[in-house]
């Protein structure tokens, strides 16, 4: 998620999206099970949101569930993380809580989609508009490449009159060798009704698989200057190193 002054989330991540919610895969000759449940952890340098800081460039904890059913390609799941945006802001929220659903499949041969909507929950925020922001996506993807557009149903995240906000999302994951990926993306958030906090955001990094963990690296800036922390006057969109170690089980 994140933040609107920021909330930079997924973005997985994640997308990082950090998001972007990861897939189950299987080998062609296994038999895959009709329902799937999986856990991740994670501990990053600093948590970022379409390329702005949650944490105020400090580490976060994050961790999340994930239940497929595989026949319909039906999924659900929630994951969490600590932020300090909130809080900068004189909220009172130090954990932001993502619940999402929808459905992935594939139109063809290489060619998948996934269509769903994310609720991002700051328990007693205290904002006003309150930070907690709802969006609805669909996804696009053909071979290690995909296309993304996430559209807000709500505020978001905590800015006025923002109803109708738009994040749209392009990236790859390309594995340049065994267990080793090279992560491109490239995004541009448009604010409704508040042009002036639009933006857009890029992130090129690597991730490896080695065995008990992923380790991932990656370069993340937002081009915008309106992003400070009103703590200590730090740019929570400039270009920053960051690390992350996950695990799936």
């Known amino acids: 998620m994140k933040n609107l002054t920021t ?3 997924l973005a997985a991540a994640l997308t990082l999206a ?18 799937v449940v999986t856990g991740n ?11 702005l800081s949650q944490s105020r460039g400090h580490v ?9 059913h595989n026949p319909s390609g039906l999924y659900a799941g929630v994951w969490a993380s600590t932020i300090k945006w909130i809080t900068d802001l004189d909220g009172d929220a130090n954990v932001e809580i993502d619940l999402y659903g929808g459905k992935r499949g594939e139109f063809g041969p290489g060619i998948s989609y996934d269509v769903g909507g994310l609720y991002y929950a700051y328990p007693s925020n205290g904002l006003t508009p309150s930070a907690n922001t709802f969006e609805v996506y669909g996804q696009l993807g053909y071979g290690p490449g995909y296309i993304k557009y996430s559209h807000s149903t709500t505020n978001l995240f905590g800015t006025a009159d923002s109803k109708g906000s738009g994040y749209l999302d392009i ?24 042009s002036a906090f639009s933006y857009s955001d890029y992130k090129i990094g690597l991730t490896k698989d080695v065995g008990f ?35 799936t089980f």
């Not at 952890?41 to 390329?51: C, E, F, I, K, W």
């Not at 976060?60 to 497929?68: N, R, S």
């Not at 740019?235 to 960051?242: D, H, Q, R």
């Open 41 to 51: 952890v994670a501990l990053t340098s600093d948590y970022r949101y379409r390329g």
């Open 60 to 68: 976060a904890l994050q961790g999340g569930a994930d239940y497929t």
């Open 7 to 9: 909330k930079l989330s």
């Open 171 to 194: 990236g790859t994951n390309v594995e340049v060798s065994p267990g080793l990926t090279l992560n491109i993306h490239a995004g541009h958030q448009r604010v409704a009704h508040n």
């Open 18 to 35: 950090m998001g972007t919610f990861g897939a189950q895969a299987a080998h062609a000759d296994e038999a895959v099970a009709d329902n």
């Open 213 to 247: 963990a992923s380790v991932a690296v990656a370069v993340i800036k937002a081009q915008t200057d309106l992003y400070v922390s009103p703590v200590n006057g730090k740019n929570l969109a400039k270009s920053g190193l960051v690390l992350t170690v996950s695990k």
